[in-house]
């Protein structure tokens, strides 16, 4: 009876994260690896009291748009000029160079050439939500390393664009006229949805947050931002791109304005929230004993990335 009663799950899920995150804190441990653990616990592969996971994974998938939003608030168009050899430079040669050890290892172990595309593709990325989380949990986010990584992980933001465009076209084409093909539409599409963003923000959004400011309501002034943040990652989900992008560039547009103190401090219960149900759906795909059963390949594995990359 549990399993069909979405409130119970519900309370139930947050009872054990405020237990697991607290003894997470006293033992200093990351806040993140207290959600998985939570995953783990309530999940189909823990205790079960969440068989199916597709009930958060949506308001998960909102605390990772939040993410982008806020940190698009803080890097505004010019500082992302200024990042630029973090951004096209370091991020540039992290993802190709992954891409071609990954591929080549790949194919020589007898991968196909899809296969091994797609492998050297998906372990060249990171995780933005856990890098940018454990930086700014450690007051890093701003350091040397900590915007070296951030570029990096932008540029990794921006190539999911292209793969998401071309690893399904190889399932369906090996003609490299058909790839390369759908890869130039993409490329339009990104420019044509940074452009309209830009003037949207440039010649709107700040009247826009003007006239609401002056309204002097803070349910008006938050209900704004909410809609701005979700409305930006639905167009770029509708032109086929990735909804983290379009918040992301909502938030650079927002930067701009004397406003961005004030978003960021409403964005912020919204953001800490559905990112931590992001990793607690994390740990609900976690199975115990497929990682009991190959523990030590999955660690040999999990070495080998972290060196390459």
Do not use: C
Not at 38 to 51: A, R, T
Not at 152 to 173: G, H, T, W
Not at 183 to 209: D, N, Q, S, W
Not at 229 to 256: D, N, R
């Amino acid at each position: 009876m549990m399993n069909e009663h979405l409130l119970i799950q519900i309370v139930l899920l947050l009872a054990i994260a405020v237990m697991t995150v607290s003894i997470s804190r006293r033992l200093h441990f990351p806040p993140i690896l207290g959600y998985i653990i939570v995953g783990v616990i309530v999940g189909p592969n823990g205790f079960g009291f969440i068989d199916k996971a597709e009930n958060i994974e949506l308001l998960a998938e909102f605390g990772i748009v939040f993410l982008l939003f806020a940190i698009g608030l803080e890097f505004s168009i010019g500082q992302m000029i200024a990042m630029r050899r973090q951004v096209f430079g370091m991020g540039a040669v992290q993802v190709f160079v992954t891409v071609t050890v990954i591929y080549l290892i790949a194919y020589l172990v007898g991968l196909d050439t899809n296969t091994s595309i797609v492998i050297a593709s998906a372990f060249a990325l990171s995780s933005t939500a856990i890098v940018i989380k454990q930086l700014t949990e450690q007051s890093e986010i701003r350091s040397r390393h900590g915007r070296s990584a951030l570029g990096i992980l932008i540029f990794q933001d921006i190539m999911v664009i292209p793969l998401l465009i071309l690893i399904p076209a190889l399932a369906i084409s090996s003609d490299g006229n058909g790839i390369s093909w759908v890869l130039g539409t993409a490329l339009l599409k990104g420019i044509f949805v940074v452009v309209l963003i830009h003037m949207i923000g440039k010649y709107l959004l700040k009247p826009l947050f003007h006239e609401v400011a002056s309204a002097k309501s803070q349910e008006l002034f938050t209900l704004t931002v909410l809609t701005v943040a979700l409305g930006a990652a639905a167009f770029t989900e509708e032109m086929g791109l990735s909804m983290t992008l379009g918040a992301f560039l909502a938030g650079t547009m927002l930067s701009e304005t004397e406003y961005r103190h004030q978003i960021e401090a409403d964005i912020r219960p919204f953001q800490d929230i559905l990112l931590g149900l992001f990793f607690v759906t994390i740990g609900m795909s976690i199975s115990i004993e497929i990682l009991t059963q190959y523990f030590l390949v999955i660690m040999l594995i999990t070495l080998a990335i972290i060196l390459i990359k």
